[in-house]
Nanobody
Framework: VQLQASGGGLAQTGGSLRLSCTAS????????MGWYRQAPGKQRDLVAT???????NYADSVKGRFTISKGNAKNTVYLQMNSLRPEDTGVYYCNAWSARSDVDYWGQGTLVTVSS
């Protein structure tokens, strides 16, 4: 299983970015996919997750600004990030979890930098 994330980059405060992630190598759909981020010198924290049923969960710090959604293609997820803040800076990792195997899969990470 491989997760390919893209869409990171540099944005100004108040700007927007959209992250994409596609998981390949599994014939089954993952039960949950999501995004985590790791700021410099900090631990990796949850940003948002979405289940196959469409149930979403967000970190309090991004509620109302970020939106996670599923793509039409299997095992594809997006993260629309609006009203970006400097504290949103970090490496964003795509995650996929399968109940069948109870294994977490991780992408390589994509860097998001928000300038003030």
């Amino acid at each position: 299983v491989q997760l390919q994330a893209s869409g990171g980059g540099l944005a100004q405060t108040g700007g927007s970015l959209r992250l994409s992630c596609t998981a390949s190598g599994s014939i089954f759909s993952f039960n949950m996919m999501g995004w985590y981020r790791q700021a410099p010198g900090k631990q990796r924290d949850l940003v948002a997750t979405i289940t196959t049923g469409g149930f979403t969960n967000y970190a309090d710090s991004v509620k109302g600004r970020f939106t996670i959604s599923k793509g039409n293609a299997k095992n594809t997820v997006y993260l629309q990030m609006n009203s970006l803040r400097p504290e949103d800076t970090g490496v964003y990792y795509c995650n996929a979890w399968s109940a069948r195997s109870d294994v977490d899969y991780w992408g390589q990470g994509t860097l998001v930098t928000v300038s003030s």
